[in-house]
């Protein structure tokens, strides 16, 4: 993996920081597909909130903002954004999707987090 990054304006193009696994992105790319979109990028932010103190959102945006970190996987077709404020909670972290009995969705396995809550869903 390449450690390179280039800026566009204010819009840099990494290929560090946050990744996405195989599984993960196929399973955006299946959603993107369904949608019938190609220009929405996975949005992964850091928000105040939860049990711990911080939680994570990830949603569809066609939106590119000043700061924003861009990585892209699965030969350029899923973008994952994040904005200045989140990249640095987030370098290093893995997104995943499992599809099991008990759970399904994705999951983020991150090592800026230094405890989470019973719920999974916040961290500090």
Known sequence: MST????????????KGISLSDVAAE???ALLT???????????AVQPGGCSGLRYQLYFDD????GDSISEFASGKVKVVTDKMSTPYL?????????T????????????????????????
């Open 4 to 15: 390179e990054t280039t800026s566009t304006t204010d819009i840099a193009i990494s290929t």
């Open 27 to 29: 399973k955006v790319l």
């Open 34 to 44: 369904q949608e019938g979109r190609d220009d929405l990028s996975l949005r992964v």
């Open 63 to 66: 939106r590119q903002l000043d």
């Open 91 to 99: 370098m290093g972290a893995t997104i995943d999707f499992v599809d």
């Open 101 to 124: 009995i008990q759970k399904q969705g994705f999951t983020i396995d991150n090592p800026n987090a230094q405890g989470s809550c019973a719920c999974g869903d916040s961290f500090n």
